[in-house]
């Protein structure tokens, strides 16, 4: 598969979108979406240290709702999207959890087939993404091209996530990606959500330099694992948007 190159002008590209992940509480959960973040990501991998079971997200994705439905949070022409994130799980097993808990978006953060994402006989098909952690420019490009999800250029849902590799870890180290890479990859697939070691001290430069569609934090703006700092929540949306 081949992915065509498209590049918008500055003009005509929308703010980056955010997405604040690992969300273990309902308060960050609601201070992240009055802040503008676009994305919630519930971490449903029990070796993280943001993992939330299935129960707990089912129990806070309904009271997000409500707290969101009353105070209009939802109500944007383009509302946020709730995200579990997953690992080496059968699509059968996630579409099980997705519909459950009402979510709408699944990230895939392990060694996932691409038939996951990219198969229309796939429960998850045109409802998931695929994280990949490329060390060089030559596996940036030939992974981006097996796991893009194509059915979703230009969407509210982003087609990739590039993180920082790892030796052992699926995402959420705090490590800096390489930004250079993530340049030539967002050159080609527009819908590229960035993700690595970013804060609200380097957002804007990374946004300024790869033109992502989207970003994702989860440890810089944080106190303690899953627990946000909402001052940061914040700073960060502000300066990815800004950028």
Known sequence: MQIEV?????EARPAVRVKICGITRLEDAVAALTAGADYLGF?????????????????LVAEVRVHASTRALFARPAPPLLVGVFVNETPDHVATVLDA???DLVQLSGDEDVSYVTDPASPL?????????????SE???????YANITTTMSSRPQLL?????QTL?????????????????RMLPGLMLAGGLTPDNVAMAVAQ??????????????????????????????????
């Open 6 to 10: 498209v590049r918008q002008s500055d």
């Open 43 to 59: 971490i449903l991998y029990p070796p993280s240290p943001r993992y939330v079971n299935a129960e707990r997200v089912a129990a």
């Open 101 to 103: 808990c009402r979510l």
């Open 125 to 137: 098909f045109g409802r998931a993404y695929k994280a990949i952690r490329p060390r060089t420019l």
């Open 140 to 146: 940036a490009n030939t992974q981006s091209n097996y």
């Open 162 to 166: 590039l993180d920082a590799p790892h």
């Open 170 to 186: 699926y995402g959420g180290t705090g490590e800096t990606g390489d930004w250079d890479i993530a340049t030539e990859v967002a």
């Open 210 to 243: 790869v033109r992502p569609f989207a970003v994702d934090v989860a440890g810089g703006v944080e106190i303690a694992p899953g627990q946000k700092d909402h001052d940061k929540i914040v700073t960060f949306i502000r300066k990815a948007k800004g950028a």
